[in-house]
């Protein structure tokens, strides 16, 4: 079993920058691929932006255009988005998640582990 906790979320004016934090437990979070989720009311699960087991590759959604960058340090057993340049379309719950595909995964349904989520608000 593996324990997600996301933080970092919160309310940023549109153009600000936040990072996310995912905090892992259990067992050893390398052995695991991460990646970042969001869902906003009334819309399906968006793939954000995923890595493998050591950080190399990553993959985003089409919708980043550069803005979001997904890292991880092991020795931490902790991923971190970092968003910047933020809209009110980015606004939703973002979640964490690890895959037992070590080389990574951009679908929800290849994922076996997920976090419970934080609120990022960006007011229009």
């Known amino acids: 079993q593996v324990q997600l906790v996301e933080s970092g979320g919160g309310l940023v004016q549109a153009g600000g920058s936040l990072r996310l934090s995912c905090a892992a437990s259990?067992?050893?979070?390398?052995?695991?691929?991460p990646g970042w989720f969001r869902q906003a009311p009334g819309k399906e699960r968006e793939f954000v932006a995923a890595?493998?087991?050591?950080?190399?590759?990553?993959y985003y959604g089409n919708f980043m255009k550069g803005r979001f960058t997904i890292s991880r340090d092991n020795a931490k057993n902790t991923v971190y988005l970092q968003m910047n340049s933020l809209k009110p379309e980015d606004t939703a719950i973002y979640y964490c998640?690890?895959?037992?595909?070590?080389?990574?995964?951009?679908?929800?349904?290849?994922?076996?582990?997920w976090g419970q989520g934080t609120q990022v608000t960006v007011p229009s």
């Open positions: 259990g067992r050893t979070f390398s052995m695991y691929a």
């Open positions: 890595t493998s087991w050591n950080g190399n590759p990553t």
């Open positions: 998640a690890a895959t037992k595909r070590r080389t990574g995964a951009t679908t929800p349904g290849d994922y076996d582990y």
